[in-house]
C-alpha cells in the first residue's frame, strides 16, 4: 500500500490554514470562510456526480441546515457553534432520509426536476412563515464554542478555525468513503447500474446513501455559513442558489476532494471581485466561464492538473 | 447428478408475443448447457427469467432447491446464479482492475451474508483482481479504460464479471458473438476453465454450432418459445426439425454447421 | 360562489399565461431534448423588448391601440435577433452531449442573459406606459363575471393561449413539416439519414419556442413592473408545468397548465399562505405518483 498522498496534503492543507489565520487580513478571513462554506456543500454535490446525478435543488439541505442553526437558538435559547452545526446535521440527515426513499429511484432530468420541486416546496413554506422573517429571514449569532465564549474580537477568527477544521474533516471522510468498496459503487452506477445490481449490490440503497451524505454536507455547509455570515433568508433554498451549487461543481470536476474546495474558493474569488469593479456583470462573467470550461476543460479546472497522469 | 437448476412450465407473453411458452428444463450440476435457436425463438428471454429481469407470466423456477421466481436480479446473484450480456455491460469509465474490484469489493463487503468462503478468498481484493485478470488472460490490459478495449476483450471482461462474485451457475448470452472465428476458441477455452476451476455450472445461448458441439454436455433447441429438442448435442444438433429450424441447412448435419451468425 | 368564479376566472387566465410560456418550453425539449433555462431570460428580453418599443410607440404620440402591435413586434425582434446567436451560435455544437450537460449549458446562458438585461435596461423598474399614462392593459375596457370586474386584457391572454395551442397542434399534426419534425423527435438519427435537415428543424424551433417566450414577456409587461430577475421567477413555474404533463408533450403542457393554474388562484383565494408551496407541491405530488409527468411514453427495454 503505497501511502495516500490526499490524505497528507489535505492534513497539510488544514494546518498551514490553522497557522495561517491570526495573520491574515479580514477580507481574505471572509473570503475563506464563504469559500469553505460552499466548498462543503459542493464535495456533497461531487459525491451526487460521481453517482451520476445532478440536483436542481440542493438549496434545500443548503437552507435547512442554515435554519437549523439558527432556530435551536430560537427554539432553546442553544448558540454554541458545535451544537448549531449538530443541529444542520440531525435535520438534513432526517429530511435526506425520508426524501431519498423517493428520489433514489429518480435518474438524470427527472432527478434534477424532483429535487428542485422539493426546495421550492421549502422556499414557498418559508417566505410565507412571517415567525421566521419570510423573505427577509433573520440574523444568526452562535456565542460559545463547546461552552466556552467566543463573543467579541476573536469570533471571526473562532468561525474560521472551526470552519477550516470542519472542512478538514468533511474532505477526509469524503475521500476515504469514495476509495472504500461502497465509495467506488458511485462511479459503477453512473456507467451501468444494471450490471451493478448484477453483481449483488442494491443501486437504490447506494444512491440512497450517497444522496443523504451529500445533503449533510450541504446542511453543515449551511449551518456554518448562517454562523459565518450572520443572517439566513429563504434566497438560500431558491433554484439560482442551487444552480450555483451545480456551476461550481462542474467548474471544480469531480476527480479529488480539491477539486470542489479549489473550484469554491476560485468561484468565490471570481465573484466578489466581479461583484466589486462591475456589479451589474459579474453573472455574466460567470456563466461564461462556465461555457467556456464545459466546452473547453469537460473534467473541470482540476483536470488541468491531471492531464499530464492520464496521458502517461 | 443432483438437479441444481429446475424450470417448470413457465410461460412469458409480450402482449400478443409469446417468447416462452410451457418451457421445462432441469439442469444438473456442473453440467455444461447449449440454449441454440434462431433470433427471436426465446433463449434470452429464458435467460432473463432465470435471473429476474423479467417475471414469467406463469410457471415456477427452483435453485438449488430454493423458490426464486419472485427474485430480483440482485438476490438471485446474491444467492449464486450470475451471467453475461450479448451486448458486454462494463463500467466504460473505468479501468478493467477497476470493473472487477467493485465486484470484488461488493462480495467482500457483504461478507458472511454471501457465504464465508468468497469474502475470505477476497481478503486481498488487490491480489483476487489480479488472480482473475490473470486467469482470463486480460492482464496487460489492466489499467486501460474498459469502454476502450477491443470487442474480445470487453467480452472476456463481461464474463469475468459474471464469474467474480463467484456463482454456481453462469449464464452466457452469446458469448462468442463479435469474436473473430479465430479467437472463438481461445476464449471458450478461457472462460471452460475458469468454470471448471470453480465449479460452476454453464448455460450459454450460442448460433455457432462449432462452439455449441465443442463444448456442450447437453443442447436445448428453442423455436418459437418452446423447447424443440433436449439432448446430447450429436442427437439434437442432427435432429430434423432442429436442422430445419434452427441450423437453417438442409444439408446432412454431419458437417458441422460451422459459423452460422 | 362569488369567489368560485373569481378562482376559476383567475385560474383560467393564469393557466393561459402559464401556457404561452411553457408551450415553448416543452417544444424545444420534445424536439432538441433540451430543458431550456434560457427561456426564462427570452421572456425577461421580451418584456424588456416590450417596454421599449410601447413606449417608443406612445412617445410618438400615435393612436395606442397600435401599441399591441408594439407588443408583437417586440416579441419577434427578440426571436429573431437571440433564436440565431443562441442556437446557431451555441447550442448547435452542443447536440449529442448528456441532457443535465445541457440544461447547464442553458443556465450558463441565463446568467450571461440575465446581466445583458441589466445592461441595456438598467436596474430600476420600468412600466409599459405613454406619456399620458395609457396602458395596452387598460385599453381594452373590462368585463363582469358574477359581480366582478376584470379587464379584457385578461381575455387576450386566453385567446393568444388558445390559438398558440391549437396552432402548434395543427403545425405539427397536419402540415408536413410538422410531420418531418414528428420524425425527428422520434427518431433523430433515422431521420437525418432518412434526408431531414435536422439542423434547420432545429433551428425552426427554437425560434418559435424563443418567440412563445419573448410573446409571453411582451404580453406580461403591460401588467406588472418590468423587473430584473422576473426571468428567474417564471422559468422556474413553467418547469413545473412541463414537467407536470409530461416533458415534450403538447397536451401536457396545456393540462400542466391549467392544473397549476387552477391550484394557485385557489390557493390566492381560500390559503394565500400556501400560495407558492401550493404549486411545487403537486408537481412532487405528480412526479412522485407518475415519475414522468402525466403525459409521457413508454419506457425502452435495454437488454
Known amino acids: 500500500m503505497t501511502r495516500d498522498r490526499t490524505v497528507l496534503a489535505l492534513l497539510v492543507v488544514v494546518a498551514v490554514l490553522l497557522a495561517a489565520g491570526p495573520f491574515l487580513p479580514r477580507w481574505m478571513i471572509s473570503l475563506f470562510n464563504v469559500s469553505m462554506g460552499y466548498g462543503i456543500v459542493v464535495l456533497g454535490m461531487m459525491l451526487l456526480m460521481r453517482t451520476g446525478l445532478v440536483s436542481f435543488g440542493h438549496g434545500l439541505y443548503y437552507c435547512l441546515g442554515a435554519y437549523a442553526a439558527g432556530m435551536i437558538d430560537q427554539i432553546w435559547n442553544v448558540s454554541d ?4 452545526i449538530g443541529g444542520g446535521i440531525v435535520v438534513t440527515a432526517v429530511v435526506s432520509t425520508i426524501l431519498g426513499f423517493l428520489l433514489s429511484k429518480y435518474r438524470e432530468i427527472f432527478f434534477a426536476m424532483l429535487s428542485l420541486a422539493f426546495s421550492m416546496i421549502l422556499y414557498g413554506l418559508l417566505v410565507k412563515s412571517a415567525s421566521l422573517g419570510s423573505t427577509d429571514g433573520f440574523n444568526v ?28 474533516i468533511a474532505a477526509l471522510l469524503l475521500h476515504r468513503y469514495l476509495a472504500s468498496h461502497r465509495g467506488r459503487l458511485a462511479g459503477a452506477i453512473r456507467d451501468n447500474e444494471l450490471r451493478v445490481e448484477y453483481m449483488g449490490a442494491s443501486v437504490r440503497a447506494t444512491v440512497h446513501v450517497n444522496y443523504v451524505i451529500s445533503a449533510v454536507l450541504a446542511g453543515i455547509g449551511g449551518a456554518l455559513m448562517a454562523i459565518n455570515i450572520g443572517h439566513i433568508d429563504p434566497e438560500m433554498t431558491y433554484w439560482p442558489q442551487s444552480g450555483e451549487f451545480v456551476f461550481i461543481a462542474i467548474l471544480s470536476g469531480t476527480a479529488s476532494v480539491f477539486a470542489p474546495l479549489g473550484g469554491a474558493l476560485v468561484f468565490e474569488t471570481v465573484r466578489s471581485f466581479a461583484y466589486e469593479y462591475s456589479p451589474n456583470t459579474w453573472q455574466m462573467v460567470l456563466g461564461i466561464t462556465m461555457l467556456v470550461v464545459m466546452i473547453f476543460l469537460p473534467g473541470g479546472l482540476w483536470s488541468l492538473f491531471t492531464r499530464k497522469k492520464v496521458a502517461a | 447428478m443432483a438437479v441444481i437448476l429446475d424450470a417448470k412450465g413457465l410461460n412469458k407473453t409480450f402482449g400478443a408475443v409469446t417468447a416462452a411458452s410451457d418451457i421445462n428444463v432441469a439442469v444438473e450440476q456442473d453440467s455444461v448447457v447449449g440454449l441454440i435457436g434462431s433470433n427471436g425463438a426465446g433463449k434470452t428471454t429464458f435467460i432473463n427469467m432465470v435471473t429476474g429481469y423479467l417475471k414469467p407470466s406463469s410457471g415456477s423456477i427452483h435453485f438449488d432447491g430454493r423458490n426464486i421466481t419472485a427474485l430480483s436480479p440482485r438476490q438471485i446473484t446474491r444467492l449464486g446464479i450470475c451471467r453475461s450480456f450479448q451486448i458486454p455491460q462494463l463500467y466504460n469509465t473505468m479501468t478493467v482492475h477497476e470493473n472487477l474490484l467493485v465486484g470484488v469489493g461488493i462480495v467482500a463487503a457483504a461478507g458472511n451474508a454471501w457465504g ?28 486501460r479504460d474498459a469502454g476502450l478495449l477491443p470487442e474480445g476483450t470487453r467480452k472476456l471482461l463481461d464474463i469475468a464479471m459474471a464469474m467474480v462474485v463467484r456463482p454456481k451457475i453462469l449464464l452466457l448470452d452469446e458469448p462468442t458473438s463479435g469474436v473473430s472465428a479465430d479467437e472463438k476458441f481461445s476464449l471458450m477455452d478461457c472462460v471452460m476453465a475458469a468454470v471448471r476451476e470453480h465449479k460452476v455450472t454453464v448455460l450459454f445461448v450460442e448460433h455457432d454450432m462449432e462452439v455449441v458441439e465443442r463444448y456442450t454436455h447437453r443442447v436445448l433447441a ?18 430434423v426439425e432442429v436442422r430445419k429450424f434452427v441450423i437453417g441447412d438442409h444439408a446432412p448435419a454431419a458437417a458441422s454447421g460451422g459459423g452460422h451468425a | 360562489m362569488t369567489e368560485f368564479v373569481a378562482v376559476l376566472v383567475d385560474g383560467i387566465v393564469y393557466a393561459s399565461w402559464l401556457f404561452i410560456i411553457a408551450v415553448g418550453l416543452t417544444l424545444i425539449y420534445g424536439v432538441m431534448k433540451i430543458l431550456n433555462i434560457a427561456h426564462g431570460s427570452l421572456y425577461a428580453l421580451g418584456a424588456f423588448a416590450a417596454v421599449s418599443c410601447a413606449n417608443a410607440w406612445f412617445a410618438q404620440g400615435y393612436a395606442a391601440m397600435g401599441s399591441f402591435a408594439m407588443l408583437a413586434v417586440a416579441a419577434i425582434a427578440v426571436a429573431l435577433v437571440f433564436a440565431p446567436i443562441i442556437e446557431r451560435g451555441l447550442l448547435r455544437h452542443m ?30 423598474p420600468l412600466f409599459v406606459q405613454g406619456p399620458n399614462y395609457e396602458t395596452p392593459y387598460s385599453l381594452l375596457g373590462n368585463f363582469d363575471v358574477a359581480g366582478l370586474t376584470y379587464p379584457n386584457y385578461n381575455l387576450l391572454l386566453v385567446g393568444v393561449a388558445i390559438v398558440a395551442g391549437l396552432a402548434l397542434a395543427w403545425a405539427l399534426n397536419r402540415t408536413r413539416s410538422g410531420k418531418l419534425l414528428l420524425a425527428v423527435i422520434h427518431d433523430r438519427e433515422v431521420s437525418a439519414a432518412l434526408g431531414i435537415n435536422v439542423g434547420r428543424m432545429y433551428f425552426v424551433t427554437f425560434t418559435i419556442g424563443a418567440f412563445l417566450a419573448a410573446l409571453g414577456g411582451a404580453l406580461t409587461a403591460p401588467t406588472v413592473s418590468v423587473v430584473t430577475g422576473m426571468g428567474a421567477e417564471v422559468i422556474v413555474m413553467a418547469f413545473a408545468v412541463v414537467v407536470i404533463g409530461g416533458l415534450g408533450s403538447l397536451p401536457g403542457a396545456a393540462l400542466g397548465a391549467l392544473i397549476v393554474g387552477m391550484v394557485r388562484a385557489a390557493a390566492v383565494h381560500y390559503a394565500p399562505e400556501v400560495e407558492l408551496f401550493s404549486v411545487y407541491f403537486v408537481m412532487a405530488a405528480v412526479l412522485i405518483a407518475r415519475p414522468k409527468g402525466l403525459f409521457s411514453g413508454a419506457e425502452v427495454r435495454k437488454i
Not at chain 2, 428453442?222 to 435432429?239: M, Q, S, T, W
Not at chain 3, 448528456?98 to 438598467?122: C, H, N, P, Q, S
Open chain 2, 222 to 239: 428453442f423455436y418459437e418459445g418452446r423447447i424443440i429438442a433436449d439432448g446430447e448435442p450429436a442427437v439434437v444438433l442432427d435432429d
Open chain 1, 81 to 84: 457553534m458545535l451544537a448549531m
Open chain 1, 141 to 168: 449569532a452562535a456565542k460559545t464554542l463547546a461552552g466556552m465564549d467566543i463573543t467579541g474580537k476573536g469570533l471571526r477568527l473562532t468561525v474560521y478555525s472551526v470552519t477550516v477544521v470542519v472542512m478538514g
Open chain 2, 116 to 143: 464465508g468462503a468468497h469474502s475470505a478468498a477476497y481478503s486481498d481484493p488487490e491480489k483476487a483482481v489480479d488472480a482473475m485478470l490473470e486467469e482470463f488472460g486480460i492482464g496487460a490490459y489492466r489499467n
Open chain 3, 95 to 124: 447536440y449529442g452531449k448528456d441532457e443535465v450537460v445541457l440544461v447547464l449549458v442553458t443556465y450558463a446562458l441565463f446568467l450571461i442573459l440575465e446581466d445583458f438585461i441589466k445592461l441595456v435596461w438598467g436596474v430600476d
